[in-house]
């Protein structure tokens, strides 16, 4: 089954407002307007609404996954609008014939997420919700760390790690996603040792090893363990 990745054009509008409203209207809980209750009068987005919205100047891109000329995913990435260093992933959606199968993680996201952590960014953050149980552990194993006292605000230090001269052992050898490695969990990630309050990261593969942990306050890297031989 292959599947197009492209990112949206006017072209595009009109089967885009198509997809939106059939997911508003029919699967409203599926959507990632799920953390809101299903209102009486349903907001539907028309094509020229969608097109004036990509002209934000904080919009990086919003990108679709087709299969035979159908949306099937989307998501948008834009700029944080306090610190250049940081993208905001944000209105993931997909079709309830195609959720729960890996599709949009394997064939939609994880592409620009790489090409992120391979460019000048520090950090990528998003913003799910505590009833969206079947995503959590998903975005866990992409990167993304649930911030504590937050409503499940999230943040993704991939790409400050990656660039850092120290790993470069390990990366040179090993893909930096398929390695990571994430236990199943719904939970804050968030440890406190010493005097500081962490994120840890771990990867592994035969008897290589890479920890690295990161202050979440000052929001760095605060340690990097790499055992490569």
């Given at each position: 089954?292959?599947?197009q990745r492209?990112?949206?054009?006017p072209?595009?509008?009109?089967?885009?407002?198509?997809?939106?409203?059939?997911?508003?209207l029919?699967?409203?809980?599926?959507?990632?307007?799920?953390?809101?209750?299903?209102?009486?009068?349903?907001p539907?987005?028309?094509?020229?609404?969608?097109i004036?919205?990509?002209r934000?100047?904080?919009r990086?891109?919003?990108?679709?996954?087709?299969?035979k000329e159908?949306?099937?995913?989307?998501?948008?990435?834009d700029?944080?609008?306090?610190?250049?260093k940081?993208?905001?992933?944000?209105?993931?959606?997909?079709?309830?014939?195609?959720?729960?199968?890996?599709?949009?993680?394997?064939?939609?996201?994880?592409?620009y997420l790489?090409?992120?952590?391979?460019?000048?960014?520090?950090?990528?953050?998003?913003?799910?919700?505590?009833?969206?149980?079947?995503?959590?552990?998903?975005?866990?194993?992409?990167?993304?760390?649930?911030?504590?006292?937050?409503?499940?605000?999230?943040?993704?230090?991939?790409?400050?790690?990656?660039?850092?001269?120290?790993?470069?052992s390990?990366?040179?050898?090993y893909?930096f996603?398929?390695?990571?490695?994430?236990?199943?969990?719904?939970?804050?990630?968030?440890?406190?040792?010493?005097?500081?309050?962490?994120?840890?990261?771990?990867w592994?593969?035969g008897?290589?090893?890479?920890?690295?942990?990161?202050?979440?306050i000052?929001?760095?890297?605060?340690?990097?363990?790499c055992?490569?031989?």
């Open positions: 089954m292959k599947y492209s990112r949206f054009q072209k595009d509008a009109q089967i885009l407002s198509e997809f939106l409203n059939f997911l508003r029919n699967h409203w809980t599926l959507t990632s307007m799920a953390y809101q209750r299903r209102p009486k009068h349903i539907l987005v028309t094509p020229d609404e969608l004036e919205d990509e934000k100047p904080e990086l891109g919003t990108f679709l996954l087709k299969r159908r949306i099937i995913c989307m998501f948008k990435i700029k944080h609008p306090h610190d250049e940081t993208v905001v992933f944000h209105n993931a959606e997909t079709h309830p014939d195609f959720q729960r199968k890996g599709i949009f993680w394997r064939s939609l996201c994880i592409p790489r090409n992120i952590c391979h460019g000048n960014y520090n950090r990528i953050d998003a913003t799910t919700w505590v009833l969206n149980r079947k995503a959590i552990p998903v975005y866990k194993r992409m990167g993304f760390r649930l911030v504590p006292k937050t409503s499940l605000e999230m943040e993704n230090y991939l790409p400050v790690i990656v660039r850092d001269p120290a790993v470069q390990f990366f040179s050898k893909d996603i398929r390695t990571l490695q994430c236990r199943r969990s719904y939970g804050y990630d968030k440890l406190d040792i010493g005097a500081h309050s962490v994120f840890e990261y771990n592994k593969s008897d290589d090893r890479l920890h690295v942990q990161i202050d979440r000052q929001k760095e890297i605060i340690k990097i363990d055992r490569c031989a």
